[in-house]
């Protein structure tokens, strides 16, 4: 079959294979037909080396598709059933997922270091134990959740990761209280969705902060008050909080400089969400006094923050509701065979989302 391996990790450009099999199926096993897949900044993340992923790999994990085959044990799935690739599944069973943090569940982890696909040459490596840039995947049932029948795959897709990441962290993790200020900086899909979220919760002033023109226009439409570029941030604190400071501030870069950035436009006593998934050589730096004289909140977000099932259905019915907006939000498009181009795109932070339509 066919499928976009990354060879060395560094490397910029993925290879579109068609000597690739999806390997590992067997008892408690699911093979999916992938339909569509969401092109993530955390993909180049893992393809750069920022993300620690072993390979040669597939990247992808923003799946979605139809089951081809279920594995014996397997009762809740069948042949045909359409489902969303879920890249951490909760166990049920660990303390994590006792105390309702699903979300922290190490179970999906364990998948990542056991080869997913195979070619003549070797082994391959599928991205967060899934690699949804090929036509199948072969992972645990528990990765694959059922979707109802009118939601699109490519929409399903982005309900896999970015949507559920951005909308949970306002939602679940900030709780962003009604008529409050926010501040959002990275406006890409997980961005946007996050932005959506503030909107949902009532936020009477919500800022998106960006470099790229393209994504502070679109912020405006997705339910920003204002967007500014990264330089007109200090005057936005200024003119929407008279200096003091947003209540909410959430970081969707994943990079020490913009957390830090992030943290001195909180105010005294408000809340930094640290959304953006970033390398771990790379260090915040805070000092003692300000941590203790200041009382900010530092929330890290994980995947939405919340238990993930249950935060793809309540996405669902926002979007039949047309309470959130998920199909604007895919702005390119494309077949697997232009995949290196869909890369070269988001690598200038021009595009939300890319679908890839495999």
């Known amino acids: ?177 009604a008529g409050s200020s926010v501040a959002v900086i990275g406006c890409g899909g997980v961005g946007i969705s996050a932005i959506q979220g503030a909107r949902l919760k009532g936020a009477a002033e919500i800022v998106a902060v960006d470099p790229v023109a393209s994504r502070r226009e679109a912020a405006l439409e997705f339910g920003a008050t204002r967007a500014v570029s990264p330089d007109e941030l200090a005057d936005a604190k200024q003119q929407v909080t008279a200096g003091e400071g947003f209540d909410y501030v959430f970081e969707v870069v994943g990079k020490s400089a913009t957390a830090r950035t992030a943290y001195e436009t909180t105010r005294r006593g408000g809340t930094l969400v640290v959304v953006g998934a970033g390398a771990m050589d790379d260090f915040l730096q805070l000092n003692m006094f300000e941590l203790f004289f200041d009382e900010k909140r530092i929330l890290p977000s994980m995947y939405g923050g919340g238990d993930v099932l249950r935060s793809y259905e309540r996405t669902i019915a926002l979007w039949r509701a047309g309470r959130v907006d998920l199909d604007r939000l895919i702005t390119h498009r494309v077949p697997l065979s232009e995949i290196n181009e869909a890369l070269d795109q988001m690598r200038t932070g021009a595009s939300l989302r890319t679908c890839i339509e495999i």
């Open 1 to 177: 079959m066919r499928a976009a391996v990354l060879h060395e990790i560094g490397q910029e450009k993925l290879e579109v294979l068609d000597d690739v099999e999806a390997v590992g199926f067997g008892p408690g096993r699911v093979r999916i037909r992938v339909r569509a897949t969401g092109l993530c900044h955390s993909d180049l993340s893992a393809m750069a080396g920022v993300l620690p992923q072993p390979a040669p790999f597939v990247p992808g994990h923003e799946g979605a598709g139809e089951i081809l085959e279920v594995g014996e044990g397997v009762s809740h799935l069948k042949a045909g059933d359409r489902v969303v690739v879920c890249w951490l599944p909760a166990c049920g069973a660990c303390p994590a997922c006792k105390r309702g943090q699903t979300e922290l569940c190490l179970a999906g982890f364990m998948n990542a270091g056991t080869p997913n696909f195979r070619r003549p040459g070797g082994d391959v490596f599928g991205f967060a134990g899934t690699g949804t840039f090929t036509e199948e995947v072969v992972v645990d049932a528990g990765c694959a959740v059922p979707i109802p029948d009118d939601v699109p795959f490519d929409i399903a897709a982005l309900i896999g990761c970015g949507v559920t990441t951005g909308l949970g962290a306002a939602l679940n993790t900030a709780d962003v209280e």
